[in-house]
């Protein structure tokens, strides 16, 4: 799975748009982008993927690079309860690769929300 | 989205006793659990993955011996640390896919703390 890149930390300010970048320039072309986030304490919570388009749900937005080689995930209404690190995560979707499903976490953006 | 269940959430234990951690696919049917460990302040890093009736696949450097992984059914996972030692004292996470959907489900995670 292609390795991607993150800042390790960012603020944001209480009811603002938070916008989490990610580079992963060696991505192929079957790999997905990931989104998952861990509140302290807590096992990861999935929020969003895509593959090249632009998705949308009711926890955030993806914005994906023509060239795929980066992305960016926004927090529309960042909250309190959006403290947490963030992890992006390049790879084949589970049911493309059945076996060897694996999930490899990098280091995440530690995202702290201030009001 | 589907629910994966960890049990127990915490754990005290004495060094060289063995600790047994439950994983659960509450609504779905996980035909691969995957089990991490995570110390404080750092990622999570896959121990191993775990398919239904068959031999768990360790990733390198993790002891298939200390670390017993059954998953015996298709809702049910289990790790056993075997003669725990305050080292393996950790934050210990599973997550399940059915390999049909394209992400994975995270458990709470359960905190071990070998005394």
């Known amino acids: 799975d292609a390795k991607t890149t993150q800042p390790p930390s960012m603020d944001c300010a209480e009811g603002r748009a938070a916008n989490l970048p990610c580079n992963h320039s060696?991505?192929?072309?079957?790999?997905?982008v990931y989104w998952y986030r861990q509140i302290h304490s807590q096992g990861p919570q999935y929020i969003i993927h895509?593959?090249?388009n632009n998705e949308t749900n009711e926890m955030a937005s993806l914005i994906i690079t023509e060239d795929r080689k980066s992305s960016t995930l926004i927090l529309p209404h960042a909250t309190l309860r959006d403290t947490a690190v963030y992890y992006c995560i390049v790879r084949v979707p589970f049911m493309i690769k059945a076996a060897g499903n694996k999930l490899t976490f990098g280091g995440g953006t530690r995202v702290l929300v201030k009001p | 989205g589907a629910v994966v269940s960890q049990h127990p959430s915490r754990v005290i234990c004495k060094s060289g006793t063995s600790v047994k951690i439950e994983c659960r696919s509450l609504d779905f049917q996980a035909t691969t659990m995957f089990w991490y460990r995570q110390f404080p302040k750092q990622s999570l890093m896959l121990m191993a993955t775990s398919n239904e009736g068959s031999k768990a696949t360790y990733e390198q450097g993790v002891e298939k011996d200390k670390f017993l992984i059954n998953h015996a059914s298709l809702t049910l996972s289990t790790l056993t640390v075997t003669s725990a030692h305050p080292e393996d004292s950790s934050f210990y996470i599973c997550s399940a896919s059915t390999g049909k959907n394209t992400e994975a489900f995270f458990g709470q995670g359960t905190r071990l703390t070998v005394v």
């Open positions: 895509g593959l090249k």
């Open positions: 060696t991505i192929s072309g079957n790999e997905y």
